[in-house]
């Protein structure tokens, strides 16, 4: 299949921006919502959105292979799932920082499971990206906790469904990805209230069930709603047009949307360890990037 990189990469900066600008906003659901009751209503948002178009557009959905859909949804959604906890009491561009060494997960499982070749110059692209998550996330070492590292995990589950849009999921449309997604994560959301309700409710923004809306949450699910579904195409068509490994990189311009964003709204700066970071994170990406048009590396 040719790749049509630069498509790709206009596709996937514009869904970063929209990204960056969107999850600003999951902290005011924190105090006044859970994450379950958040993921519930916006892909009932979701759906009522993609059916009326279909309805006016007179088209249906039409899914190739229903294993490798099943397989990328629940590979994504529970990276997503992941990161819209974290966001409940970290910084946008943490977490971002965190889920975006998807990147790098990219070139490491395709090595491990695709047997595609490195040289040194990407091992130490990786080594460095790694470093640089580390200075973003856990700018305090004495106050590391397992928890500031959950993106990182997130970042790995969304790593294997990039490689799965590219290997299974090729001959999809972007809206049937798209909506798979969102519909595991309304699966999510359905069992972790259920949960709750049957082991009783522990507080705050991941141990709530469900929580009636108030203006606040149904504005920030509506807003979730439309842009994400808008992100999500962007992403799933940019994957479609070109090879993970290469078109990856330009993720990371989340980084600098997040942070941007993060100052704009909030007025939230980054300390000099911070700004380490996003730089050795950028440098690996793009050295990952760059090498990754050469054979060997």
Same mark, same amino acid.
């Given at each position: 299949?040719?790749?049509?990189?630069?498509?790709?990469?206009?596709?996937?900066?514009?869904?970063?921006?929209?990204?960056?600008?969107?999850?600003?906003?999951?902290?005011?659901?924190?105090?006044?919502?859970?994450?379950?009751?958040?993921?519930?209503?916006?892909?009932?948002?979701?759906?009522?959105?993609?059916?009326?178009?279909?309805?006016?557009?007179?088209?249906?959905?039409?899914?190739?292979?229903?294993?490798?859909?099943?397989?990328?949804?629940?590979?994504?959604?529970? /990276?997503?799932?992941?990161?819209?906890?974290?966001?409940?009491?970290?910084?946008?561009?943490?977490?971002?920082?965190?889920?975006?060494?998807?990147?790098?997960?990219?070139?490491?499982?395709?090595?491990?499971?695709?047997?595609?070749?490195?040289?040194?110059?990407?091992?130490?692209?990786?080594?460095?990206?790694?470093?640089?998550?580390?200075?973003?996330?856990?700018?305090?070492?004495?106050?590391?906790?397992?928890?500031?590292?959950?993106?990182?995990?997130?970042?790995?589950?969304?790593?294997?469904?990039?490689? /799965?849009?590219?290997?299974?999921?090729?001959?999809?449309?972007?809206?049937?990805?798209?909506?798979?997604?969102?519909?595991?994560?309304?699966?999510?959301?359905?069992?972790?209230?259920?949960?709750?309700?049957?082991?009783?409710?522990?507080?705050?923004?991941?141990?709530?069930?469900?929580?009636?809306?108030?203006?606040?949450?149904?504005?920030?699910?509506?807003?979730?709603?439309?842009?994400?579904?808008?992100?999500?195409?962007?992403?799933?068509?940019?994957?479609?047009?070109?090879?993970?490994?290469?078109?990856?990189?330009?993720?990371?311009?989340?980084?600098?949307?997040?942070?941007?964003?993060?100052?704009?709204?909030?007025?939230?700066?980054?300390?000099?360890?911070?700004?380490?970071?996003?730089?050795?994170?950028?440098?690996?990406?793009?050295?990952?990037?760059?090498?990754?048009?050469?054979?060997?590396?």
């Amino acid at each position: 299949m040719e790749n049509r990189t630069l498509a790709a990469a206009g596709a996937i900066l514009a869904a970063m921006t929209v990204i960056g600008f969107i999850d600003q906003y999951i902290r005011l659901l924190a105090d006044a919502s859970s994450l379950w009751t958040f993921h519930l209503l916006r892909t009932a948002m979701m759906w009522a959105l993609v059916l009326g178009w279909l309805v006016l557009a007179a088209r249906g959905i039409r899914v190739v292979r229903w294993r490798g859909v099943l397989a990328r949804s629940a590979l994504m959604s529970t /990276a997503m799932i992941v990161y819209f906890g974290a966001l409940g009491f970290m910084p946008v561009a943490q977490v971002a920082a965190g889920l975006f060494t998807a990147p790098i997960w990219v070139l490491i499982l395709s090595v491990a499971f695709f047997g595609q070749r490195i040289g040194a110059a990407r091992i130490l692209a990786v080594i460095l990206g790694f470093a640089g998550v580390i200075l973003v996330v856990a700018p305090d070492p004495a106050q590391v906790s397992p928890f500031v590292f959950a993106p990182v995990v997130a970042g790995a589950f969304y790593a294997l469904a990039v490689i /799965a849009t590219r290997e299974w999921c090729r001959d999809e449309s972007a809206l049937v990805l798209s909506m798979g997604i969102f519909s595991f994560m309304g699966l999510w959301a359905l069992g972790g209230i259920a949960v709750l309700a049957l082991a009783g409710e522990t507080g705050g923004f991941l141990g709530r069930g469900f929580v009636p809306p108030t203006a606040t949450v149904w504005a920030v699910c509506a807003l979730q709603a439309g842009g994400s579904l808008l992100a999500v195409i962007l992403l799933t068509r940019g994957y479609q047009l070109a090879e993970a490994s290469v078109v990856s990189v330009f993720e990371y311009s989340v980084l600098a949307t997040s942070a941007l964003f993060g100052f704009l709204v909030w007025g939230e700066t980054m300390g000099p360890g911070g700004l380490l970071g996003l730089a050795l994170i950028a440098g690996a990406g793009s050295v990952i990037a760059l090498r990754g048009r050469r054979v060997p590396a």
